[in-house]
């Protein structure tokens, strides 16, 4: 109850919380609160100059990119599933709960809730964002200028998608210096370049033995904004799928570890979100 008249004092929390939990992404100045020992990410893993790598091609004698399909590959049409999301967001801390639901490449459906209680309902499309607060009778719908608002970071549907599935980011190239560190796979580009021109990254990707996402770090190189992501405990469900069971992140503004249950694969979800007519509209302005 605490949290309630916490959100609706703060109209404003409300959405950042929403939308941060909307897109999923993290890390920041402080280090992340890992499950997995540190040790994992050393700081003099191979480096190799950009030009000298090969799209798709065995770096080092380790697998090729090309060959970790688990890390780009959806075997599955629809997932959805429940979680319960513990959050620091500037100091305020609180519990929410989410419903989840993902056509691939075609929708994402998230279902906000604190005590039973509906607060926020999102859909995203590769073409639009819609935002509905039941709380204080707010909604967006347009592009993805209100995520880049609130986050300061350059996310869209696919981004999105990879990061509540456990995936690589789309839309890079697939240049990376690829090590071992014990029994775990490194995988490193300073200057990881996007195929549209956009803002290239730098990023590291660690992958468990059977070739499973568990740490994903990402530095935008043109305003140094982080984002730290780790997915652990992947179990697989009877139809043969491998999914995480808990998924960490944290941004310079939030840190949040979401947990899992009711994974399901192949089913469709609810995907609606109606705008009442009574709601007022929340107005971004792009930057000049």
């Not at 997995?36 to 950009?50: G, I, K, N, R």
């Not at 090969?54 to 959805?80: F, R």
């Not at 996007?194 to 803002?199: E, F, I, K, Q, T």
């Not at 405990?233 to 139809?239: F, K, Q």
């Amino acid at each position: 109850m605490t949290i309630f008249l916490s959100l609706q004092k703060r109209n404003g929390l409300n959405l950042i919380i929403t939308t941060t939990v909307v897109m999923i992404v993290f890390w920041g100045c402080s280090p992340l609160k890992r499950t997995v020992d540190s040790s994992y990410l050393p700081t003099d893993t191979v480096q190799v100059e950009l030009d000298s790598l090969q799209d798709s091609k065995t770096i080092g004698n380790q697998v090729a990119y090309s060959n970790m399909t688990s890390l780009y590959t959806y075997p599955y049409d629809w997932i959805s599933y429940r979680g319960k999301a513990e959050y620091t967001f500037e100091g305020n801390e609180g519990t929410i709960s989410i419903f989840f639901v993902n056509r691939i490449d075609s929708i994402i459906y998230v279902n906000l809730n604190l005590s039973g209680i509906e607060i926020v309902r999102v859909t995203i499309t590769p073409q639009e964002l819609v935002y509905v607060n039941k709380l204080n009778k707010t909604y967006y719908r347009g592009g993805f200028l209100l995520i880049e608002k609130l986050l300061k970071l350059p996310l869209d549907f696919h981004t999105l998608q990879a990061v509540f599935n456990g995936k690589d980011w789309p839309g890079y190239d697939t240049l990376f210096a690829i090590s071992t560190q014990d029994t775990l796979l490194v995988l490193e580009n300073q200057n990881r370049r996007s195929l549209d021109r956009g803002r290239p990254i730098a990023q590291k990707m660690i992958l468990d033995q059977a070739l499973n996402l568990i740490a994903n770090d990402i530095l935008f190189n043109a305003d140094n904004r982080k984002i730290a992501l780790q997915y652990n405990t992947y179990t697989t469900d009877p139809s043969g799928f491998s999914f995480f069971e808990n998924l960490t992140f944290q941004t310079e503004e939030l840190e949040l570890d979401l947990k899992l249950k009711n994974v399901r694969f192949n089913t469709p979800g609810p995907t609606s979100n109606k705008i009442p007519s009574s709601f007022t509209p929340l107005i971004f302005q792009p930057k000049p």
